[in-house]
């Protein structure tokens, strides 16, 4: 569980950035849709080389950034909205990620796979979430201006600068290794609801990009935390409880939030 804490509120810090950004491009679904892609390269590294993370992160990576060019490539020659062909393809990878672990003919924790397991933390796990979270971070201060210049005004970057698509793979590369480090504490389908739900939240607490960041961290790390004691006194897998909980937190600043709360815009006086 100690594992489990430390490893979930250092993914929560280095996916709170990312988080914002894909709601700040409308890209919330490419997180959900990457997050089903990982698992025919989790399945393929567990058929080759059994419950090696090092084997089953490098296929989900592998997998995930495929599916990511598949989408973009099919959005970019048929006129296909990046949206619906990344909606078309991640039913798809979920279907092959199963069916692969399937026909591995091994036993194998699909359910811990799918939605978390504190208990699969184990040392090696949790230096490679340390190692992801430093290097996510490190990476994203590197691309942050050029990304938010690609973000609000891709024209204008284009006009003065040639580093825009390189900033953006590699912000894509970085929500796939998130993701996929994350699947073995959180899962892989829910290790997506740590990198949104906190984003969505804050945006209802600052309308500031940096304190928007900083506030999906906090509330990242609050739902990691208050998530584990749920899911260890109640006994609940651990990634729902997490999702739960920054589930919780949405609805609170749905309500309750000071930037177009539902409170705030029914109840707020009328400017005279």
Do not use: C, K
Not at 1 to 19: D, E, K, T, W, Y
Not at 67 to 90: C, K, P
Request: glycine share 12%.
């Amino acid at each position: 569980m100690r594992r489990a804490l430390l490893g979930g509120l250092l993914l929560a810090v280095s996916a709170a950035p990312l988080g914002v950004f894909l709601m700040l491009r409308r890209m919330s679904l490419m997180g959900d849709a990457m997050a089903h892609g990982i698992l025919p390269g989790a399945a393929i590294g567990f058929w080759i080389a059994g419950l090696s993370l090092p084997a089953m992160t490098l296929g989900g990576l592998t997998a995930g950034l495929v599916m990511a060019g598949i989408g973009a490539l099919v959005s970019r020659h048929t006129g296909l909205r990046e949206d619906a062909s990344l909606a078309a393809l991640y039913p798809i990878s979920l279907a092959s990620g199963i069916l692969l672990l399937g026909l591995a003919g091994r036993r194998l924790d699909l359910l811990g796979l799918l939605f978390g397991s504190a208990l699969a933390v184990d040392r090696d796990t949790l230096e490679a979430m340390i190692g992801v979270s430093v290097v996510s971070l490190s990476t994203f201060v590197l691309i942050y201006q050029t990304l938010l210049l690609d973000s609000l005004d891709p024209i204008f970057l284009r006009t003065v600068s040639r580093l825009g698509p390189a900033a953006y793979a590699l912000f894509l590369g970085l929500v796939v290794l998130n993701l996929v480090v994350g699947f073995q504490a959180i899962g892989a389908l829910m290790m997506v609801g740590l990198m949104i739900l906190p984003a969505v939240a804050a945006r209802f607490w600052s309308q500031r990009l940096p304190m928007h960041i900083a506030i999906a961290a906090l509330l990242g790390m609050l739902s990691v935390w208050l998530g584990l004691l749920l899911s260890y006194y109640v006994a609940l897998p651990s990634g729902p409880a997490i999702v739960a909980t920054a589930g919780a937190f949405y609805f609170f600043s749905v309500v309750f939030g000071p930037v177009r709360g539902l409170l705030r815009r029914n109840f707020s006086p009328i400017p005279i």
